[in-house]
């Protein structure tokens, strides 16, 4: 059992989230960075969509009312647990009683707490993760808040999670596959989408300039700011199925990535798609951060996600292995 | 390679043993780390005298040996900041990793300490039990 000492808002118990449900109107939720909440539970022995705490407002602190291995994965956050600097994206033993602190990140946006065993929260059409605009799943439908108690499953792994292992920093192990920028700007991978030849010569500079993620950026999408692009004559549309990545055009001529708490329709003309590959890295992205959007294509896409896939299942198997031989010659 | 530990008297038992059962009168070994010499005197009770220029064992000095086989890693590659320079190092500060694929095992003091040698190099690839460091616990 974990109990929450301090929190801003919009902390929420997130999964993998409910996919399946857009054409009755649910949003998928779930992490903004699922490969950082896949790899936080598979080190402390979970299936990689157990529930955890998504930490993105700061300090967060909560206390551990009984032993608990957990892992801080996601942005780096300078966790102390009693005041105690603990290494991130590694497992660690808390006793009762133990406190655990978040500050505001070092890097990244948003940081995951995973637990041994997973939070025991009541599924909702097969997910755990919160769903604010809904007003149900996870923590009864709402972000966390100071005195919330929440309860852990029991650990559902062969080998009991261990103390003390970690993992080297996914983006540095990665690092073949995903671009960099000489100006600190992050470079996301998008595909055209359907509406973008009708934007003309602004399609060209849509992919050229650099975007800066607006303060009006959450869960449900980032706002970027920059010079505008529009299509070459007004376009009307009737409403259409959105998910996560699709980038909109409102008329106002600054897009719209949609995220985690995507709408599942909408009717505004879309320029591009975030490749599902490059989702978690925009889900880290801070508001304020620049970013740019690079063409690729459907083979460059399976190809990162078929990497990342494999990082995974390295994780899954070498850390299983290493808890084992550790247990065995403790 | 990994390599044995012959200032751990397991080690030697084990190595005598092997020499009796043999038929062998005795053993020299040299490394540039360590060196160890066995001479059976049978019938007598055994003496295991430390070869001279070792780290002896004494109360306050212990080995961190790899609790693991690894690639040994003074650091995290992927996150510089965690190297620890200092040969003062307070219980629980974390002195290196052994690096098995993507899984780091972070290796700690085990008490207040002053390290006294750093065994293994950067890069290693290190045994189960292989020393690490050599550390003097401050009391």
Redesign the interface.
Known sequence: MIEIIETGPFNTVQDLGRPGYRKIGVTASGAMDPFGLKIGNVLVGNAPGAAAIEVQTFPFRLRFTGPVVFTVTGADCGAKLDE?PL??W?THAADAGQALELGRPRTGARAYLCFAGGLDVEPVMGSRSTSLRGAFGGNGGRFLTATDRLALCAETSGHRPRA??????P???LADHLPTSDDGSLIIRALPAGEHDLFGNDAERFWTQIWQISSKSDRTGYRLSGEPVKPTTPVEMRSHGVVPGVIQVPPSGEPIVQMSDANTAGGYPKIAGVIDADLWRLGQARIGSRVRFVRATHREALDVEKAMTL?LD??RV??G??TR??NT?? | MSQVDFTDPATIAELMAALEAAGVDGLQLERPDQGLRIILARGRPAVIRRPEGLAVAGASRTTVKA??AGVFLTH????PT?LHRSDDVEQ?D?IG?L????????L?APASARIMRRVAEHGAIVG?GDPLFEIELQS
Do not use: E, K, N, Q
């Open positions: 105690h290494l991130p590694c003390g292992i970690s993992v080297v920093d983006a540095f192990a990082f390295d994780v070498t850390c292995m290493v031989a550790l010659m403790a | 609790p693991i995290d590659p992927s996150r965690t629980g974390i990793f690096r098995i694929g993507p899984i780091l095992v972070p700690t189960f």
